[in-house]
């Protein structure tokens, strides 16, 4: 109608349409002013929010260290890729360490763990660097963090804080439990860790018998194919996954968390590449029962899923049957004889204590588990890791505002302790 009636009355009348709707538009914005101005508009409740604000973890820095020869590159961070780049998700913030990775002993280990330590100085010089530190490696880059803490158990007086500082670990070799080249960390390192292993990673899972071969060649396999890729893909926070806590010497809750994270396939089943879908249903049954004869884990054989071999819980396995041998026993004890009442008292007498309780979690984000008397396990040097049945305790997972977050998971972990 606009445009009609400007057209229709010549080029008057539009230079008359145009000062009339400049002047509505002037008339418009003073009007919106004078509001403004005198009933500004109403803010959010900053003030209400802002303990929680304050009460929020802080953004963390990781310090991300290479495998061994991926390192000798600092194009790609792969390690920031792994665990799904979780640990690099915004608000926190990946900052690679470069050194020399050479697979090739504790000297290179070492020199990488003076970089890791100039890096976190580096990072505590800054004005405002008073988020929480997490150093993250893979493989080789895992032995960096083992001897950066083995340094710091030495030296106590140059030791970062424990409660500034946390580290992953992925497919580390020198892990406790399953590691090809095993040296253990110091057993009571006030460092929060958390390990990673991936089953049949050959240089984290190795098999505890070397002479079961079946076992030996498909850990093998794994040291290329699980080792290099497995971790990409694995989720912290996966029902599946197997969580255990090892006591410290004194008895007291360990620091350092073992996250173990089931493979599916076999990486022997798996080196077949476009054949492994078809033969995995023939062969993992009959392959994997004698594969994990081979390994000696704190958890107990595992299977196909994350259900161990001996059963989902052991020790509630035993409890659930202890019930019903009470059930069955006290009907039969109505109808027989009271000898028969006798041998079925006996019969329900409370079974000898299981050698490990696994524990897991029923859905995310609680992902506490626990091992209860967990039998001592030699490591691939020989040596015993403790006389006695360790302890392992529940530990509480990051909230469900943070899930999927290893960094968040670690002080999580911490507070809640």
């Avoid at 090809?180 to 098999?207: C, H, K, M």
């Avoid at 060649?217 to 029902?239: E, I, K, Q, R, W």
């Avoid at 968390?257 to 995995?280: E, W």
């Avoid at 009442?341 to 019969?347: G, K, Y």
């Amino acid at each position: 109608m606009v445009c009609f009636a400007a057209s229709a009355g010549g080029a008057g009348d539009w230079g008359k349409l145009v000062k009339s709707l400049l002047g509505t538009g002037l008339s418009a914005a003073l009007t919106a002013a004078i509001v403004v101005a005198t009933h500004p508009p109403v803010k959010p409740a900053i003030a209400e929010v802002g303990l929680t604000a304050l009460s929020a973890p802080l953004p963390a820095t990781v310090l991300t260290l290479e495998g061994g020869l991926v390192g000798l590159q600092n194009l790609v961070p792969f390690t920031q890729l792994q665990l799904r780049g979780d640990l690099c998700d915004p608000p926190d913030t990946c900052q690679a360490v470069d050194y020399d990775a050479w697979p090739l002993g504790q000297h290179y280990n070492e020199q990488g763990a003076k970089r890791v330590i100039s890096a976190i100085g580096a990072i505590r010089a800054l004005p405002d660097a008073t988020g929480p530190i997490t150093l993250f490696g893979h493989s080789q880059g895992g032995q960096v963090i083992y001897a950066a803490l083995r340094r710091w158990a030495a030296n106590p007086a140059s030791a970062p804080d424990p409660s500034s500082l946390s580290w992953v670990s992925i497919g580390n070799p020198e892990n406790n439990f399953g590691g090809r080249a095993a040296t253990p960390l110091p057993a009571d390192s006030p460092y929060l860790g958390t390990e990673v292993i991936r089953q049949y990673d050959g240089w984290a899972d190795w098999p505890t018998d070397p002479t079961n071969l079946l076992a030996v060649a498909n850990a093998a396999v794994g040291m290329s194919n699980t080792h290099v890729f497995g971790y990409f893909d694995v989720d912290l926070n996966d029902p599946e996954n197997i969580r255990y806590t090892p006591d410290k010497a004194d008895g007291t809750p360990g620091n350092i968390t073992y996250v173990f994270v089931p493979t599916p396939v076999l990486p022997l089943i798996a080196a077949t590449g476009l054949l492994a879908p078809l033969l995995n249903p023939i062969l993992d049954p009959v392959l994997r029962p004698i594969i994990e004869k081979g390994y000696q884990r704190p958890i107990g054989p595992v299977g196909a899923s994350a259900t161990p071999a001996v059963g989902p819980n052991p020790a509630a396995a035993q409890s659930a049957a202890a019930a019903q041998s009470n059930s069955v026993a006290q009907s039969n004890s109505e109808a027989q004889s009271s000898s028969a009442a006798q041998s079925a008292r006996a019969d329900r007498s409370p079974a000898a204590p299981q050698p490990a309780e696994v524990a897991r979690s029923a859905a995310a984000p609680d992902l506490g588990s626990a091992i209860a008397a967990a039998p001592a396990l030699p490591d691939q040097a020989g040596a015993v890791l403790g006389d006695e049945p360790r302890q392992v305790h529940q530990r509480r997972a990051v909230g469900p505002e943070r899930q999927g977050r290893a960094a968040r998971q670690v002080r999580a972990d911490r507070t809640a302790d």
